[in-house]
């Protein structure tokens, strides 16, 4: 019998017993396939973040200036985007682990088309073939996780999945500048490439090193809902509006922080890793604390924390009034981002998860790409510290929604295994 199953509530005699004979603790968090989904998250986020500033010096070197090294970065997020709006249909057609294994081959070996060409037209293809298949990846993770989490321990569980999408960020996006620098372009390429094809060499320890892969069957009863009809359950509005206001101010601080005046690099830089650090604790710490006393009561503290850390940014001259900010942003953040996944995947059926976990990576997307276009808008007329406070009172104005979240009993966790059996 596969260890593929994950542990279910005691409510079922049935569910109990199968879980008994899998010999799987009851409400044990991270089991076997659980650490392959956590392993191809890290990789597939490992390989994006070595290329995302790299590609656009890659254009800009091959003469496409830097109207060129923009788009590159453009088309990446809009591939990212159509994966997100397409992952419901693929998800019901194909199953999970399929979708995250064609998502891993097209994050990596597009990228070594870069090894024979670097014109312009080559590096837009190549980046929006690769930015589908990051957007299927962290759809397809996320989901996974979700299902394949005791509920119990859910919020915990994803805590620690956020942790593991973080830390690609913190390490690998200043490593692949400083790689292209030092050892070359072709060294970024071959290390791209393999961090996102290296999940699918451990594929054949999901059958116990017996070369058999899972079944790609859809991972729970029921048919799974397209994003305009997931949107519509009761309950996934809200938290979809809240973190999107959230992240629109994660956009700003990423892409305007370093360009804002009166703040050195330095300073720059230590508020962004402040920022990663803090919301990376946080977001473990939310779902530990959303399992014991439920995640909507958190969505409250977390715009009020997060708007405040905003608001500190008035005082960019002070050092420490920016490094503070930035870790009171990065607190509220961290907790807004695994209260409103966990509300969404609690508030889905079994078959759902794919779609909670798709608009939740839609809210993101379209949140850091839209709060730096209407900030660069703002800022040319206010100045940067009128802009920060403006982003602080657009978090603020998602309070009304926040307030009106009350605690939803979830339907029982429905029997699910990932083979299909």
């Known amino acids: 019998m596969s260890t593929l199953t994950a542990a279910r509530p005691q409510h079922s005699t049935r569910h109990d017993s199968t879980s008994q004979s899998l010999g799987t603790p009851q409400g044990r968090l991270v089991s076997r396939p659980l650490a392959l989904v956590f392993l191809s998250e890290f990789c597939a986020l490992t390989s994006f973040y070595l290329m995302l500033s790299v590609t656009p010096m890659y254009a800009a070197a091959a003469g496409a200036g830097t109207t060129g090294a923009g788009l590159v970065t453009g088309v990446l997020l809009l591939g990212t985007v159509a994966a997100e709006l397409a992952a419901p249909i693929l998800m019901r057609r194909f199953g999970y682990w399929a979708m995250l294994l064609t998502g891993a081959v097209l994050l990596g070996v597009p990228a070594l088309a870069l090894l024979f060409g670097g014109s312009l037209a080559v590096i837009v293809a190549v980046s929006v073939v690769r930015g589908f298949g990051f957007g299927l990846c962290t759809v397809m993770t996320g989901a996974l996780t979700a299902a394949l989490l005791p509920p119990e321990r859910r919020g915990e569980g994803l805590g620690l999945f956020g942790i593991v999408a973080t830390a690609p960020g913190i390490v690998a996006l200043p490593a692949g500048v400083w790689l292209a620098g030092h050892l070359g372009m072709a060294t970024v390429i071959g290390l791209t490439a393999a961090s996102a094809l290296l999940p699918l060499a451990a594929f054949p320890l999901l059958s116990g090193g017996a070369g058999r892969r899972p079944a790609t069957t859809r991972p729970g009863a029921g048919q799974p809902d397209g994003l305009l009809s997931g949107l519509r359950r009761p309950g996934q509005l809200q938290p979809f509006l809240i973190f999107a206001a959230s992240t629109v101010a994660g956009g700003v601080v990423v892409s305007f922080l370093p360009l804002a005046a009166g703040v050195s690099g330095n300073v720059a830089a230590a508020g962004l890793l402040a920022q990663a650090l803090t919301a990376t604790l946080s977001r473990w710490w939310a779902g530990r604390r959303g399992d014991r006393s439920g995640h909507a009561g958190l969505l409250i503290p977390a715009l009020a924390i997060a708007s405040s850390g905003m608001v500190a940014m008035i005082w960019l001259a002070a050092p420490a009034a920016v490094v503070a900010g930035m870790c009171l942003f990065g607190i509220g953040f961290g907790i807004c981002q695994n209260a409103t996944f966990a509300l969404m995947i609690e508030r889905m059926p079994p078959a759902g998860a794919g779609t909670a976990s798709a608009l939740w990576n839609l809210a993101y ?25 403006f982003t602080a009172v657009l978090m603020l104005a998602a309070m009304p929604l926040a307030r009106r979240e009350r605690p939803m009993v979830p339907p029982p966790p429905a029997y699910y295994d990932p083979q299909g059996r």
Do not use: C, N
């Open 365 to 389: 997307d379209a949140g850091y790409g839209a709060g730096p276009v209407a900030f660069g808008l703002v800022v040319s007329h206010t100045g940067y510290p009128a802009a920060f406070a």
